[in-house]
Every structure is written in C-alpha cells, then in structure tokens.
C-alpha cells in the first residue's frame, strides 16, 4: 500500500509515519521543512524496512506542488491512501495577528489541503479502496473566540470531508475526519497542555493510539474519529447548546489560559 | 592528565561527578543540551577548582544528527588536546517523558536519548577509548529489576507507559554495558553500568507534565544527594586497572537482572546498529 503523508516531519505526522510503516506501507513523506524529511526517512527503514519516498515541499505554493507532483510522476505512483497532516495554527485574538498569519492559517489549513487532495485524487491507484484522512480538531465543532480563524478552517475540514466522502463513495473512497482535542506532539504543545490544567490534561490524547485507531477506522470506511470520552462529550455538548452561548464560555476559559502560556505557533 | 566525557553534565548526577572526578585531577569534557547552562555548569566547576580542565560541549543528543556533530567536535578536540586519548565515556544523560513523542527519526525520546544516543556516541569514540583502555560507563538503575526487553514493540508504541519505557531504557544501558565487554573487554576496553539509588535530582520534572512530575516531586524528597553517586564514578574511573564487575554501586558490585543474558545484549547490539545505521564491527580506525 502506498501512503502520501503531507506535514510528515511535525510530532503527529512522524507519528502516523511510524504507524503507516509498522503495517508495511511504502511512503511518500512531504514537508515544508526539508531537514526533518531524511532523519525520518532513515528511521523508518532502519526500523521497518519499508520503502520511502521524501521531497520537500511548501504546499500553499502551486509551483512547488508542482515539482512534487512531477517526482510522483516520474516515478509512477498511485498511491492508496493520503494523510492530509500539514496544518498551522496561531493562537491570539484576530486583531492582535499581523494579517499575513491569519491569511496563513486558512492557505495552509484549506486551500493547500484542497490542492493536494485535488492532486492526489488523480494519482490514486486505479478501481482500489482510496482513503483520505483529514485532521480537522475539536475545535471544529464551535466558534472559537480567540481562536476563531483556526476553528473554522477545521470546520471547514469537518464539512468538505464529508461532503467529498458522499460524491466519491461510490468510486471507493472514504474520507474521515480526525477531531483530536490535545495532542502532545511537540513540546509547545505540551506546555499548552499543561497551561490548561485538569482540562488539558483529560482532552489530552495519546498519539501513538490516536494514529493507530485513525488508520483502523478510515480503513473500515469511518467518517468521524473523535479520540476520548470526553472529547466526545464536548463534542455533543457543542451540538445541544446554541452556539452565541458557546462562544461566550470559551472566550471565558481561554481569556485565562492563554494569560498562562504566551507559546505562538504549533504545527 | 586524563580525559573523560560526561554527557548530561550541567546538572543531577553528572554535575556531581564533574565535580568530584575534576577535583581528582581529570581533564573534564561536558556535555549539556543548552549553552546558558553549559556555561553556568562550567563557571560553577572552576569557582569551586579554579586549577581544573573542564570544557563544555553543546548537543541535543536526543537527535542523531546532533550526536554525529558532537561526535565530530569531540573528535578534534581529543585529537588535538589529549593526544587521541580518552580515558572514559560516562553516558549519563536520561530524560523521562509523560507521553509517547519521537525524535527526528520517529524514535521514542526515552529510548532515543537513554539508550541510542550512549550507543551512538560510543560508537563514535571507541577508537580514542580504546587507545587509552578505557572505560565507557552507563548511568543506570535498579529499576532495570523485574522489566523485560519488549522486543517485538522496543518502543512501546502499542500502550505507552511511561515508567515502563524508563526501566527498559535503564535495561537498555547494562545489557548495551554487556555487549560492549562480550565484543571489546578483549581489546582492553570496559563498560560498566552504575545504580546510582534514588537521588535527589530533577530528572522527573523537566518537561514533564501532570502525574509524572507529581509523582516524581514526591519521590524525590527521599532522594540522596547526587554526591553520592558520583563517588561511584570516581571510583570507576581512578582504579589502576578495570574492575572487573559490571554492575556497580560505590565500590562494590551490585547484583542485576537475569534478562541481562548474553543473547539479549547481542539482540540488543544488532538492533540498535539498525537503529543508528550503523555496524561496530566496521568502526573507523585511526
């Protein structure tokens, strides 16, 4: 099976790379971040002895896909399975952002999701089972104050998921949603993590689970991966309570946390 | 005046024994993951022996690559400072971690920095070891007792605990300390493994979160002094000749695992060549 992973050298995208390659797929890794692409890609073969690919890619830049694309093709994959990782987010209110990184995070997080799901779709592997895993977030499910842009470029994610999932079904494609609440990635994040206390600490997933179930559930043609009990819970929440109410509690609750933990950026 | 490398020197155990073997008149090169407190670790060491030879080298040694540039500074350094010689390699940097995170490569942190980087490094330094016959000491644990390899999952990604991946790291250093003695005692170099005992360090709170670090914090009241350990090192490294033990507290042999065989310090060896991209057989000479 082979298995294109955008965003791969960041904390989730390394791990769903382990968890590809433990079950014997070959890989393409992309990243904007060329230095994290050979390390990784000597991992993974030392470790499975699986084959992997890797080029350096900025996806919000149509020229660079480009180039990728032409080393996919020159080489003649068709891949079965994509995983759509890369993803940015900054944290802080709309008006306290430089416009350029707000702009940022809906060029990444949706139109360079687009692209390459657009491109890859073309370079499936022909009359096989095709899977699209999109990481969309927990905060897909409401508006978030002080997080508004990244929410709803994850709710964004959420919806064309499954919209695309019901045109392509019956080409045997399924598409599914991941909606994590924490994930202790990468160091930042798991400061952040802790800056939220007790609430962190319980919306906190385990990563090396969290990749192993999102395989398993796409695979059986899942659409929606919540990880944990609570997680889910707050997601109903967000379904029962009207949303201007919604906004307002988490305005409250951020307004302090993020008092705790000034980090910037996560990937 | 001999040299010896002590990695995760800035602070904990490794301070201690950068203190303790400088103030015995060895040539102290140490290594710590951040320049600010390389440089304090440094400062501190002369104030206290303002004679001594001490040299702080930077490195992420979580990350492979950052070990092989180490590996190649300290490379330099030896050939041209101590005449090609090291006299000893104290492999002491741990880390706990609350969650399962990788390395670059994609490797567990606690496997990637207790065990693969001392495995690394090694690699990288036996031939001025040897040229001394040499030691290479492992900082250990007696929570290696009662933990099995997990050999069909080392990284314990299927249910990650996190005080299951410490004691298996800490098994990782005296069967990585067996493999060395099966390959090199021969060849007049020595690896042992230290149980320090429960010391009062902070080994548990950096970068820790929630449990762990509370656990930990409690844990550690109990803790002797980092001082205590370090004399373990210092008796290790001022004998004339090796001890011939391999597991050591002070100067006395400590008893160890039954895991700790000869076939899994083999199995061991081979995986982390694979790991590391790397064979000892075929190791540089000089």
């Known amino acids: 099976m082979n298995v294109l992973i955008t965003g791969a050298s960041g904390g989730l995208g390394r791990a769903f790379a382990m968890e590809c390659a433990g079950r014997g797929c070959n890989l393409?890794?992309?990243?904007?971040?060329?230095?994290?692409?050979?390390?990784?890609?000597?991992?993974?073969?030392?470790?499975?002895?699986?084959?992997?690919?890797?080029?350096?890619?900025?996806?919000?830049?149509?020229?660079?896909?480009?180039?990728?694309?032409?080393v996919i093709d020159s080489c003649g994959i068709r891949f079965d399975m994509l995983l759509n990782i890369a993803g940015i987010d900054f944290e802080g209110g709309f008006m306290e952002r430089d416009r350029s990184s707000v702009l940022k995070i809906v060029s990444l997080n949706v139109e360079a999701t687009l692209r390459i799901t657009h491109a890859i779709l073309q370079r499936r592997r022909e009359g096989e089972k095709f899977s699209?895993?999109?990481?969309?977030?927990?905060?897909?499910?409401?508006?978030?104050?002080?997080?508004?842009?990244?929410?709803?470029?994850?709710?964004?994610?959420?919806?064309?998921?499954?919209?695309l999932r019901q045109e392509?079904?019956?080409?045997?494609?399924?598409?599914?949603?991941?909606?994590?609440?924490?994930?202790?990635?990468?160091?930042?994040?798991?400061?952040?993590?802790?800056?939220?206390?007790?609430?962190g600490d319980i919306t906190t997933n385990r990563l090396e689970s969290v990749t192993r179930r999102t395989i398993d559930l796409v695979q059986r043609g899942k659409s929606l991966y919540i990880p944990g009990t609570v997680?889910?819970?707050?997601?109903?929440?967000?379904?029962?309570?009207?949303?201007?109410?919604i906004a307002f509690i988490i305005y409250w609750r951020w307004k302090n946390t993020q008092k705790k933990w000034l980090c910037t950026s996560s990937d | 005046m001999k040299t010896v490398i002590i990695t995760g020197a800035t602070s904990g155990i490794g301070f201690a024994t950068a203190r303790k073997l400088a103030g015995n008149g060895f040539a102290v090169i140490g290594i710590g993951h951040s320049r600010v407190n390389c440089e304090n670790a440094k400062a501190r060491l002369l104030g206290e022996n303002p004679k001594a030879e001490i040299t702080y080298f930077e490195a992420e040694l979580m990350q492979q690559r950052e070990v092989g540039r180490l590996a190649d500074e300290l490379e330099r350094y030896i050939s041209v400072h101590c005449g090609g010689e090291l006299h000893a390699l104290i492999n002491n940097a741990g880390c706990v971690r609350?969650?399962?995170?990788?390395?670059?490569?994609?490797?567990?942190?606690?496997?990637?920095?207790?065990?693969?980087?001392?495995?690394?490094?090694?690699?990288?330094?036996?031939?001025?070891?040897?040229?001394?016959?040499?030691?290479?000491?492992?900082?250990c644990s007696n929570s290696h007792r009662g933990q099995k390899m997990h050999w069909d999952d080392v990284m314990l990604k299927?249910?990650?605990?996190?005080?299951?991946?410490?004691?298996?790291s800490k098994l990782c250093n005296i069967l990585f300390a067996r493999g060395l003695n099966d390959r090199f005692a021969s060849g007049g170099v020595r690896a042992y493994?230290?149980?320090?005992?429960?010391?009062?360090?902070?080994?548990?709170?950096?970068?820790?979160?929630?449990?762990?670090?509370?656990?930990?914090?409690?844990?550690?009241?109990?803790?002797?002094?980092?001082?205590?350990?370090?004399?373990?090192?210092?008796?290790?490294?001022?004998?004339?000749?090796?001890?011939?033990?391999?597991?050591?507290?002070?100067?006395?042999?400590?008893?160890?695992?039954?895991?700790?065989?000869?076939?899994?310090?083999?199995?061991?060896?081979?995986?982390?060549?694979?790991?590391?991209?790397?064979?000892?057989?075929?190791?540089?000479?000089?």
Request: net charge neutral; charged share 20%.
């Open chain 1, 28 to 70: 393409f890794l992309t990243d904007i971040n060329e230095d994290g692409l050979s390390p990784l890609k000597n991992g993974l073969e030392r470790r499975y002895g699986v084959c992997v690919k890797a080029k350096a890619c900025d996806l919000t830049s149509e020229e660079s896909v480009g180039e990728l694309l032409n």
């Open chain 1, 132 to 163: 699209i895993v999109f990481v969309s977030s927990l905060a897909s499910m409401y508006p978030m104050p002080l997080k508004a842009t990244y929410a709803a470029s994850k709710r964004f994610l959420l919806d064309f998921a499954l919209a």
């Open chain 1, 168 to 199: 392509l079904r019956e080409q045997n494609v399924n598409t599914l949603s991941l909606c994590p609440g924490g994930l202790a990635t990468t160091q930042e994040a798991i400061s952040g993590i802790m800056a939220q206390g007790f609430w």
């Open chain 1, 231 to 245: 997680n889910r819970a707050l997601s109903l929440f967000g379904k029962l309570v009207p949303r201007p109410v």
């Open chain 2, 98 to 139: 609350s969650y399962y995170t990788t390395t670059e490569e994609g490797y567990e942190q606690q496997f990637a920095l207790n065990h693969l980087a001392s495995f690394l490094l090694t690699y990288r330094l036996l031939p001025y070891l040897k040229r001394a016959g040499g030691r290479i000491i492992m900082t």
């Open chain 2, 158 to 168: 299927k249910g990650y605990n996190p005080l299951t991946a410490y004691k298996q």
């Open chain 2, 193 to 286: 493994a230290v149980e320090p005992g429960l010391v009062k360090t902070d080994i548990g709170n950096k970068e820790t979160g929630g449990l762990v670090n509370l656990i930990w914090t409690l844990r550690k009241r109990h803790g002797v002094s980092p001082d205590v350990p370090a004399e373990t090192f210092a008796y290790l490294c001022g004998e004339e000749s090796n001890p011939c033990g391999l597991y050591y507290r002070g100067s006395r042999e400590e008893k160890y695992s039954s895991e700790v065989t000869r076939e899994s310090a083999e199995r061991l060896f081979r995986l982390s060549e694979k790991l590391c991209g790397i064979c000892y057989s075929e190791e540089a000479v000089l």
